[in-house]
């Protein structure tokens, strides 16, 4: 018996997908490029999940028997209910506050010399 890795067939499978929608992408002009940006970004993200993690090999057969699970994921994404923009808001404030901290050092510093 064959021993399968479908981790490494599913991974295989989305980087296909994900070299697919951007080949289409190619041959869009450049104003629907950008109304697609977002959906390649994400998409781009999933695969590096993919990429990053291994499933068990049920859970991995499982979506790469799907159709494109790429976007299946996508659209699942779509529907979830945590923020993209929470995470994006949490970094910039956390940089505002290192930002702020380098600055009160740097005058401290000043005050001191």
């Known amino acids: 018996m064959e021993n399968v890795d479908y981790n490494e067939l599913l991974y295989e499978k989305v980087s ?5 929608f951007i080949s ?5 002009t450049a104003e629907a490029v950008i109304e ?14 993919f990429e990053c993690i291994d499933f068990t090999q049920e859970e ?22 945590q923020s993209y923009m929470d995470i994006i ?3 910039v404030q956390d940089k505002i506050k ?3 901290n380098k ?5 401290y510093q000043n005050i001191i010399c």
């Open 60 to 81: 991995a057969k499982s979506l790469y028997e799907e159709q494109y699970p790429l976007d299946g994921c996508y659209q699942e994404w779509l529907h979830n209910d």
């Open 16 to 20: 296909q997908e994900l070299k697919d």
């Open 24 to 28: 289409e992408l190619k041959s869009k």
């Open 103 to 107: 600055r009160r050092k740097n005058e």
């Open 89 to 91: 808001t949490q970094t």
């Open 98 to 100: 290192s930002s702020v």
């Open 36 to 49: 697609y940006a977002y959906e390649l970004t994400i998409k781009e993200d999933i695969v590096c999940v």
